[in-house]
């Protein structure tokens, strides 16, 4: 079996228009820098001061802010005429965020940190599916959107063997820097795009 046969596997194009692939293409994308994070986010807190039980009270913030700011942003975001710019924006607040994991020198600084991060995944996440929503076909939905979660689920699976990987020999700053690197690349590249493409 060749590669093109191995990729047209995982990767069906049935029903994927251009902006479906765009928006499969940059999000596989952000899974895969934030999973080079999530197994080992613990490990990183242990590293500048915090414990096993502060890592979850911090991961907690993050999560909940997320959790709020999604509830409250969703009236205001139907409002926005172009919601592929929150998704734009979602990525670049992402990249402020990995920048300040890699010189993170305080649990404060920390606590803003995912705080920060928690906006950029309100702002990001519902504007991501809303567009990707908006280029889906009725007959084909379910598998447009099951595609993009498998996608999503192997992205982040080898995002953790990578991170590990990553971590382990070169450490968390520069991994952080490249994260957010990609992030940026990312947020400029959907900023940049023709609005009538997504």
Not at 61 to 73: D, N, P, Q, Y
Not at 92 to 109: E, H, K, P, T, W
């Amino acid at each position: 079996m060749s590669l093109k046969q191995i990729f047209g596997y995982i990767l069906p194009q049935k029903g994927f228009n251009k902006a479906l692939r765009i928006l499969i293409t940059v999000n596989t994308v952000m899974v895969f820098v934030i999973g080079l994070l999530a197994p080992f986010y613990a490990i990183f807190v242990q590293k500048i001061g915090g414990n096993i039980a502060f890592a979850g009270f911090s991961w907690a913030v993050f999560s909940i802010v997320a959790g709020v700011l999604t509830l409250l942003f969703g009236k205001w975001q139907l409002k926005v005429k172009q919601q592929e710019l929150l998704l734009a924006l979602g990525y670049l607040i992402r990249g402020l965020v990995f920048l300040s994991y890699a010189f993170m020198g305080s649990i404060a600084q920390l606590i803003f940190t995912q705080v920060l991060w928690g906006v950029g995944a309100a702002l990001g996440t519902p504007a991501f599916d809303a567009v990707y929503s908006a280029h889906t076909s009725k007959e084909d939905s379910i598998v447009q959107w099951g595609q993009w979660e498998g996608i999503a689920a192997i992205a982040a699976g080898l995002a953790a063997l990578v991170g590990g990987i990553l971590i382990q020999e070169i450490g968390y700053p520069i991994v952080f820097i490249g994260m957010s690197f990609i992030c940026f690349l990312l947020g400029i590249y959907i900023w940049k795009l023709p609005r009538e493409v997504l």
